[in-house]
């Protein structure tokens, strides 16, 4: 689905900008997104030029990728590889997420500590309030589905339907999990 968004939006399905698009991928690589995309429309209001399709499996190439155009240019290239897995997410979301754009997120708490997933909601609330911002975010964290604002939708069997935050399976076992850690982690390892 978030391949498909970012096709529409005229992102590379490995992630990337409509400026920076990476080429890495298996060229026999099923591309499920740009298919999807072609039953698809996509509007955005306002009407958004810019922006990412941020992908936690892809950022390490994206940033190599970065910084070797801007060597090649002469110019200082952005540094997110430099720091732990997790500031360097967070560099970028601060870095290019200052400009106008539609961002996309595929699972941003993946390098993310439990504080730094709280960066990230005060980094993408800021931004939303400027009119900055348009936010697509596929996760599994229960922090980050706690967005001010934010329309949850869940991808089943069923189709693409709203729900609320209470309502998903990841809150509901972090939930089960806090009551008590001992019980559910020894349920988990029976089954």
Do not use: C
């Amino acid at each position: 689905m978030l391949e498909a968004i970012g096709e529409l939006a005229g992102f590379g399905k490995l992630g990337g900008s409509r400026d920076h698009q990476l080429f890495d991928a298996d060229p026999w690589e099923e591309d499920s997104g740009r298919s999807l995309a072609s039953y698809m429309g996509a509007s955005w209001l306002p009407k958004m030029t810019q922006g990412w399709f941020f992908r936690a499996e892809s950022f390490f190439s994206l940033s190599n990728f970065l910084e070797k155009s801007a060597f090649d240019s002469h110019q200082t290239g952005p540094d997110f590889l430099s720091h732990s897995h997790g500031e360097g997410f967070m560099r970028f979301f601060e870095e290019r997420g200052r400009k106008k754009g539609l961002f996309i997120f595929d699972e941003p708490e993946s390098a993310l500590s439990p504080q730094r997933q709280f960066d990230f909601i005060k980094h993408i609330v800021s931004q939303a309030a400027k009119d900055n911002l348009q936010a697509v975010i596929a996760t599994h964290s229960p922090i980050l589905m706690a967005i001010p604002g934010a329309r949850l939708l869940q991808l089943d069997a069923s189709g693409l339907n709203e729900t609320t935050f209470g309502k998903t399976a990841h809150f509901r076992l972090y939930r089960e999990f806090f009551l008590d850690p001992e019980g559910t982690v020894a349920t988990m390892i029976e089954e």
